[in-house]
């Protein structure tokens, strides 16, 4: 039997779940003794470390799981929750089927954009919304939905009626949508069990680094799709999304940055991105917006093209 569903060298991202996990829990064990530097640069590995796993670890996990077996994939999706500080089985559902499906629309004549993560969506006159409207004030709202997840024991332990957009995006046969809604409230429960077992350990630490590191790692996954999709066309498949192909960048993000490519074949594994874009060379020829930098630093792109104000 085939341990891994697709390459050995998804080993690589499993040992970066294992060793963020095992970090975290060791730097919370050491903070009521830690120096300033020491908790300056607690603060700054959990920031960092959360924002890596859901840009590029979570990310990947929700397209591709990495095993053949259902059950080790339930284990590392819990494993990431804990990691991601949300569940990942609900991250999957809402950003596969829903920000795929709609590739960051801009507003129908609803007023409303069908992708509910749509850089569009907060926007005026067919414009993005503001980078702090869009990165700061949605992740202060992710951190409000999650506490309220993790403080109410009717939607730990089931997927409340309130959670419309999670239960409209579930699968719709009856076996599957099962699966799917235990997996969100396992990723859940593991998560709020070990937050207990963080606050038993260093009560300061879970409130004055976890809590402020995971709403920066929030905001700045927020910036980062921002500029995934700013200036980008949502009227096309080919120039929807932004790329970058900066080699060293690639190399060590697992070539997120091929992410138009990644909107071409969501399901593709990251492995294959670069054969995707050259299988896709001349549909892609078209004007379309490539970065110099990364999105995470998209803001220093200023030469930018606006190809969403075209007609």
């Known amino acids: 039997m085939t341990l891994w569903k697709h390459t050995p060298r998804d080993a ?99 007023g409303q954009t069908k992708d509910r993560s749509s850089t569009f969506r907060d926007g005026e006159n067919g414009e993005h919304a503001s980078l702090f409207r869009y990165a700061v004030i949605g992740a202060l709202s992710s951190l409000v939905s999650t506490c309220k997840v993790l403080a109410s024991c009717v939607r730990l332990f089931r997927v409340g009626e309130g959670e419309h957009d999670l239960l409209q995006v579930a699968a719709k046969e009856p076996d599957r949508r099962q699966k799917e809604l235990r997996q969100v ?76 490519e990644h909107h071409l074949r969501p399901q593709a594994h990251w492995a294959e991105m670069p054969r995707i874009r050259e299988k896709h060379a001349a549909r892609l020829a078209v004007p379309r917006i490539v970065s110099r930098v990364p999105a995470i630093v998209g803001f220093l792109d200023r030469r930018r093209l606006l190809l969403h104000r075209d007609p």
């Open 12 to 110: 690589f991202l499993l040992a970066l779940s294992l060793l963020q996990f095992g970090a975290t829990l060791a730097l919370s064990a050491a903070w009521d003794e830690a120096s300033v530097l020491v908790r300056g640069s607690t603060f700054a590995f959990l920031v960092i470390a959360m924002t890596y796993n859901i840009i590029i670890i979570s990310h990947l996990f929700t397209h591709v799981p990495w095993f053949e077996s259902a059950r080790l994939n339930a284990w590392c999706s819990a494993l990431n929750s804990v990691n991601a500080g949300q569940s990942i089985q609900a991250y999957q559902l809402s950003h596969v089927r829903n920000h795929h499906r709609y590739n960051n629309d801009q507003k129908g004549p609803d």
């Open 185 to 260: 409230r396992v990723d859940r429960c593991v998560h709020f069990f070990t937050l207990c077992a963080w606050l038993l350990i260093s009560w300061q630490w879970t409130l004055f680094c976890y809590l402020p590191a995971f709403s920066c790692a929030l905001a700045l996954v927020n910036v980062q799709n921002y500029y995934e999709h700013f200036g980008a066309a949502p009227t096309s498949r080919y120039t929807d999304s932004v790329s970058h192909y900066g080699r060293l960048y690639n190399l060590l993000t697992f070539n997120d940055g091929f992410h138009q």
